[in-house]
């Protein structure tokens, strides 16, 4: 009932950046967690980014600094601003959207997924 595209990946240098949106329609009123996760060949999907509607933000590790999640709830839309881009946050990416109740994920769905690039 939810639907999730997300946009902004591409091909850029080291040291760049890229800015990733993940616009929700349908039944967006259930979603009260969104966030990024990450698949690159060969590697299982990693968390990215994540951020509850009361606006309470949590990173991986490895992109704390350099990485920013953010949501405009008028728009039901979630960014994730890269900056100082790696070429091992190569990856395809992919918008999660949950309603988490009671710390149970009640519902879930993903995005198709967008491709970043990172070269050296």
């Known amino acids: 009932q939810v639907q999730l595209v997300e946009s902004g990946g591409g091909l850029v240098q080291a040291g760049g950046s890229l800015r990733l949106s993940c616009a929700a329609s349908g039944s967006t009123f259930s979603i009260n967690a969104m966030g990024w996760y990450r698949q690159a060949p060969g590697k299982q999907r990693e968390l990215v980014a994540t951020v509850t509607s009361g606006g309470t933000t949590n990173y991986a590790d490895s992109v704390k600094g350099r990485f920013t999640i953010s949501r405009d709830n008028a728009k039901n839309t979630v960014y994730l601003q890269m900056n100082s881009l790696k070429p091992e946050d190569t990856a395809g990416y992919y918008c999660?959207?949950?309603?988490?109740?009671?710390?149970?994920?009640?519902?879930?769905?993903w995005g198709q997924g967008t491709q970043v690039t990172v070269s050296s």
């Open positions: 999660n959207a949950a309603r988490i109740v009671s710390g149970l994920k009640r519902y879930e769905k």
